[in-house]
């Protein structure tokens, strides 16, 4: 499963059904939309006929809109390739809804899970229930064979599990596995040290996670990790190539440089070989842990 680049992302909605205790967006504050429907098809308009080969749909939960078949109705009018929705899966896991969403071309599954079960995942999310619901989605989707990848955010509660997660998503045959550390930013700067483990305690966690996908010949990929915690396996990083990001009337036109902008850059890294890429530490963990993980 290709890792798309040349991709505008639109941000629908600050609302989320979830309350996740990591989440970078600060959703569990957010209570009503802020992103109007008429700036949201201005935005797909506008780049319809630019080099874009994808439109993103993120949030909050895009899914939460009241409008929301209205704006694959749109995106499907523009002629957008692929469609792509990142999600926590839960209204995937209704069929009725599921197939409505496929029928206005929503092509590109990225599903969001954090544990390898119900325990954890729904301490993790705060809503009882979140785990099956997202099971479920996954099960729905590869039974249509549908695309799916799913993301893995590595927290306090789950980095132990997180072999485990990935060996339940090699058996889901999920087609891309994406395991993505903190961005110590919104509700995880709040939680900042309940949520926030070091590089050093998740270190064989994630190795050992990563050798299981590459041992089942999965595609995959992390996020936000420094290049130097993953010592080995650089050339699994993620890569924001031309992500163009929408969020309300504000416009990101280099995704990958703004999230290099909330990093710091240490002593350490300045002969970093893998610095443009990695671009730093969040800001938030170093005030927490400091340097001394860091470098090659």
């Not at 071309?105 to 729904?122: E, K, L, T, W």
Request: charged letters at 25%; aromatic letters at 12%.
């Amino acid at each position: 499963m290709n890792v798309l680049s040349n991709v505008i992302g639109i941000y629908l909605t600050d609302v989320c059904n979830y309350k996740c205790v990591f989440c970078s967006v600060d959703n569990p504050s957010k209570k009503e939309e802020s992103i109007e429907k008429e700036n949201i098809f201005k935005i797909l308009e506008e780049n319809k006929d630019s080099d874009y080969q994808a439109v993103a749909l993120w949030g909050g939960e895009p899914t939460t809109r009241k409008d929301f078949f209205e704006i694959l109705e749109k995106i499907k009018e523009c002629c957008y390739e692929t469609v792509i929705i990142e999600t926590n899966g839960s209204k995937f896991s209704d069929l009725e809804f599921l197939e409505k969403t496929l029928s206005n071309g929503v092509n590109y599954f990225i599903i969001s899970i954090h544990g390898a079960n119900a325990q954890v995942q729904d301490a993790i999310s705060l809503v009882g229930g979140s785990f099956d619901r997202t099971i479920k989605a996954i099960e729905n989707l590869k039974e249509r064979g549908i695309a799916v990848r799913t993301n893995t955010v590595v927290n306090t509660l789950n980095y132990q599990q997180l072999p485990e997660i990935v060996e339940m998503l090699i058996q889901k045959n999920v087609d891309h596995i994406n395991i993505s550390a903190l961005r110590t930013i919104g509700n995880a700067a709040r939680n900042l040290k309940m949520v926030t483990p070091s590089f050093s305690a998740v270190s064989e966690s994630v190795k050992k996670a990563f050798d299981l996908a590459i041992g089942a010949e999965k595609s995959i990929s992390f996020d936000v990790f420094p290049s130097c915690t993953v010592k080995g396996y650089e050339e699994y990083q993620l890569k924001w190539t031309n992500f163009k990001m929408f969020y309300g009337d504000k416009v990101v036109n280099d995704f990958a440089r703004f999230t290099n902008n909330l990093k710091s850059k240490g002593a350490v890294c300045k002969k970093c070989p893998q610095l443009k890429l990695c671009g730093g530490v969040f800001r938030g963990y170093v005030d927490l842990f400091g340097w001394s993980e860091f470098g090659y």
